[in-house]
């Protein structure tokens, strides 16, 4: 017997989720969905088709959420995480410090 | 050229960063440098509003502990700083040598993928087994462990004997300070294995899961009784190490303890057997959805609540045994309050910024396939090599520490760039595992208002601050860190 397929659609509010966030999101969710994420009216159009059974698109939203939440900190933090990221890297390679 | 005019405040100057959390009536703060604080909440608002004056009875600890921003001794809380992030500055310290994923065990909450004893083409071959040693000697790290593990290691023990003594002769040439350990559920030990092991400065760690019937009910082994047998090997070591000779050290033997859903509610049995095998530690692991785990999750699992109700009872009833004399720790706080009380880093990759996925540790398969851990290298079981960073025989070290998957679990695991971590009062002192959220939750990153395992270091920290709050129990946990 096939399991039930399920489509489903919303509209997410540009002020509070970017589109690259939708993108990262739907990226996670690859496995659960088809997500398309298109301009629509009063917002982004988010579209789902071939959902798992399980799937919720609440779900979603909230990866959306937070990507977006991790988009926001990039902004302030990336320069402290980027200098953790690089001397964690250099050193575990075995780069010597510069005098 | 005229000086300018000084800038003069027009308002007061607010704390500095400050992480924080709301307990009732008190609130725990800290801070970056490792530093924190148990204040009541009025005092708190009056902190974060930059009012809490010089006169305060609470202003000389705060401001000697970086929380006051007109009294940062910058030079003192940088030193602080790198001294509980020494890890930045080198790399894998701890190499996993997977000798074989035969065993003769069947353990429930099995992570290790193990096959049986009579799989094929499942053993790391001598000559694998010494590229990995030499490998993890071109470590930018002074001082390695090299572990050896499995399956069941014992079921290999030509490469084990061969690995061990490429080791002892690779550390001297290559000036390091090498570890060895070995972590075996002993059912195939013998006294000629024993001493070579002993003789050679090896380590044992077995598994130890409570009284018998909770051992074996978690630990199936169709050979016999799998708690006898380790008992009986743990009583040998104790031996041996309480008969120390001239021309090698010898070390206590240690057990862990893996909390399965069958351990919860027999803390005090589990820590009874413990005490009564003259085993000072006890390291109370939760169990994580990975790898065969997986599979019975539903049997064997728990969330975060009941782990954290576990491990609360647990502490409190080490705590107790301790009030009354006998010596017991709990490892996982001993290492916390390491990093919490001395600020100092305890070597445990799991919970550090970033985590130490290859750049903390390796695992290297028993095909010389590497990977950025061992549960890493359980993804890589089930057909997922995400985690797989080179192999031992066809890449050099830099390229695996340069491999993509070094590089994302890096990212990911940098607190500074989680949304939730990076504004947690345990931030200095916690980590992330980017294995357990792409197998949990389906990304690197995660997410951690849902994440379990975020619960659960959580629930951890709780207990830990909780009581280092009350007087007793701060002069015995502060004991226990640095043993």
Same mark, same amino acid.
């Given at each position: 017997?096939?399991?039930?397929?399920?489509?489903?659609?919303?509209?997410?509010?540009?002020?509070?989720?970017?589109?690259?966030?939708?993108?990262?999101?739907?990226?996670?969710?690859?496995?659960?969905?088809?997500?398309?994420?298109?301009?629509?009216?009063?917002?982004?159009?988010?579209?789902?088709?071939?959902?798992?059974?399980?799937?919720?698109?609440?779900?979603?939203?909230?990866?959306?959420?937070?990507?977006?939440?991790?988009?926001?900190?990039?902004?302030?933090?990336?320069?402290?995480?980027?200098?953790?990221?690089?001397?964690?890297?250099?050193?575990?390679?075995?780069?010597?410090?510069?005098? | 050229?005229?000086?300018?005019?000084?800038?003069?405040?027009?308002?007061?100057?607010?704390?500095?960063?400050?992480?924080?959390?709301?307990?009732?009536?008190?609130?725990?703060?800290?801070?970056?440098?490792?530093?924190?604080?148990?204040?009541?909440?009025?005092?708190?608002?009056?902190?974060?509003?930059?009012?809490?004056? !010089?006169?305060?009875?609470?202003?000389?600890?705060?401001?000697?502990?970086?929380?006051?921003?007109?009294?940062?001794?910058?030079?003192?809380?940088?030193?602080?700083?790198?001294?509980?992030?020494?890890?930045?500055?080198?790399?894998?310290?701890?190499?996993?040598?997977?000798?074989?994923?035969?065993?003769?065990h069947k353990c429930l909450y099995c992570q290790?993928?193990?096959?049986?004893?009579?799989?094929?083409?499942?053993?790391?071959?001598?000559?694998?087994?010494?590229?990995?040693?030499?490998?993890?000697?071109?470590?930018?790290?002074?001082?390695?462990?090299?572990?050896?593990?499995?399956? !069941?290691?014992?079921?290999?023990?030509?490469?084990?004997?061969?690995?061990?003594?490429?080791?002892?002769?690779?550390?001297?040439?290559?000036?390091?300070?090498?570890?060895?350990?070995?972590v075996s559920n002993f059912s195939?030990?013998?006294?000629?294995?024993?001493?070579?092991?002993?003789?050679?400065?090896?380590?044992?760690c077995t598994s130890l899961d409570g009284p018998a019937d909770l051992h074996n009910r978690n630990r199936l082994f169709?050979?016999?009784n799998s708690h006898a047998a380790t008992i009986?090997w743990l009583?040998?070591?104790?031996?041996?190490?309480?008969?120390?000779?001239?021309?090698?050290?010898?070390?206590?033997p240690s057990a862990l303890l893996t909390v399965s859903r069958y351990s919860l509610g027999r803390h005090k049995e589990i820590i009874d057997e413990y005490v009564k095998h003259?085993l000072?530690d006890i390291f109370i692991r939760p169990l994580?959805?990975?790898?065969?785990a997986?599979?019975c999750?539903?049997q064997i699992g728990y969330?975060?609540? !009941?782990f954290?109700?576990f491990y609360?009872?647990s502490?409190?009833?080490?705590?107790?045994?301790?009030?009354?004399?006998?010596?017991?720790?709990e490892k996982?706080?001993?290492?916390?309050?390491?990093?919490?009380?001395?600020?100092?880093?305890?070597?445990?990759?799991?919970?550090?910024?970033?985590?130490?996925?290859?750049?903390?540790?390796?695992?290297?398969?028993?095909?010389?396939?590497?990977?950025?851990?061992?549960?890493?290298?359980?993804?890589?079981?089930?057909?997922?090599?995400?985690?797989?960073?080179?192999?031992?025989?066809?890449?050099?070290?830099?390229?695996?520490?340069?491999?993509?998957?070094?590089?994302?679990?890096?990212?990911?695991?940098?607190?500074?760039?989680?949304?939730?971590?990076?504004?947690?009062?345990?931030?200095?002192?916690?980590?992330?595992?980017?294995?357990?959220?792409?197998?949990?939750?389906?990304?690197?990153?995660?997410?951690?208002?849902?994440?379990?395992?975020?619960?659960?270091?959580?629930?951890?920290?709780?207990?830990?601050?909780?009581?280092?709050?009350?007087?007793?129990?701060?002069?015995?946990?502060?004991?226990?860190?640095?043993?």
């Amino acid at each position: 017997m096939k399991e039930e397929k399920k489509e489903f659609s919303l509209t997410a509010d540009p002020r509070v989720y970017s589109a690259e966030a939708l993108r990262l999101a739907a990226f996670v969710f690859s496995d659960r969905a088809e997500v398309c994420v298109k301009p629509g009216k009063g917002g982004l159009a988010v579209s789902f088709a071939s959902a798992a059974p399980g799937f919720h698109p609440g779900d979603f939203m909230n990866e959306a959420l937070n990507q977006q939440c991790r988009l926001d900190l990039a902004k302030k933090n990336s320069k402290a995480a980027g200098m953790i990221a690089t001397k964690a890297l250099l050193s575990a390679a075995g780069e010597k410090k510069k005098a | 050229m005229a000086q300018k005019n000084p800038a003069k405040r027009t308002s007061p100057a607010g704390p500095p960063q400050l992480l924080w959390r709301r307990e009732g009536a008190d609130c725990l703060v800290t801070n970056d440098f490792g530093h924190y604080a148990w204040l009541k909440c009025k005092d708190f608002n009056l902190l974060a509003a930059g009012s809490l004056g !010089e006169k305060h009875p609470k202003y000389a600890e705060l401001a000697d502990k970086g929380f006051v921003r007109d009294r940062l001794d910058f030079e003192g809380l940088a030193a602080k700083w790198r001294s509980k992030n020494a890890y930045l500055g080198t790399g894998p310290g701890l190499h996993i040598l997977v000798l074989t994923l035969r065993c003769n065990h069947k353990c429930l909450y099995c992570q290790s993928a193990a096959a049986g004893v009579g799989a094929r083409n499942a053993d790391m071959s001598v000559e694998t087994a010494r590229k990995s040693v030499d490998f993890a000697l071109q470590s930018s790290n002074p001082a390695i462990t090299i572990e050896f593990q499995g399956g !069941e290691p014992l079921l290999n023990w030509e490469a084990l004997k061969a690995a061990v003594l490429r080791a002892r002769a690779g550390a001297k040439k290559a000036g390091k300070q090498v570890s060895l350990a070995l972590v075996s559920n002993f059912s195939l030990m013998t006294e000629e294995k024993a001493s070579f092991l002993v003789e050679n400065e090896v380590s044992v760690c077995t598994s130890l899961d409570g009284p018998a019937d909770l051992h074996n009910r978690n630990r199936l082994f169709s050979g016999g009784n799998s708690h006898a047998a380790t008992i009986k090997w743990l009583k040998y070591f104790q031996e041996r190490y309480k008969h120390q000779v001239p021309g090698y050290r010898t070390f206590k033997p240690s057990a862990l303890l893996t909390v399965s859903r069958y351990s919860l509610g027999r803390h005090k049995e589990i820590i009874d057997e413990y005490v009564k095998h003259g085993l000072e530690d006890i390291f109370i692991r939760p169990l994580a959805p990975i790898g065969y785990a997986k599979k019975c999750w539903g049997q064997i699992g728990y969330g975060a609540a !009941e782990f954290t109700k576990f491990y609360l009872a647990s502490l409190d009833y080490i705590h107790k045994l301790n009030r009354n004399g006998t010596v017991i720790r709990e490892k996982m706080a001993a290492m916390m309050l390491e990093k919490i009380v001395n600020s100092r880093d305890p070597g445990y990759v799991d919970a550090r910024c970033p985590c130490g996925a290859a750049i903390g540790q390796i695992a290297y398969n028993y095909n010389g396939d590497l990977y950025t851990c061992d549960e890493g290298r359980m993804v890589g079981w089930e057909g997922d090599d995400t985690f797989r960073i080179g192999n031992v025989r066809a890449d050099s070290y830099r390229k695996v520490m340069a491999s993509a998957a070094t590089r994302a679990c890096v990212l990911s695991s940098n607190l500074e760039s989680q949304p939730d971590c990076a504004r947690c009062v345990y931030k200095p002192y916690c980590g992330v595992c980017p294995v357990y959220n792409y197998e949990v939750q389906g990304s690197l990153w995660g997410d951690m208002a849902a994440n379990d395992r975020c619960g659960l270091f959580k629930g951890i920290f709780g207990a830990l601050f909780a009581l280092l709050k009350k007087p007793g129990g701060e002069a015995i946990l502060k004991k226990w860190a640095g043993k």
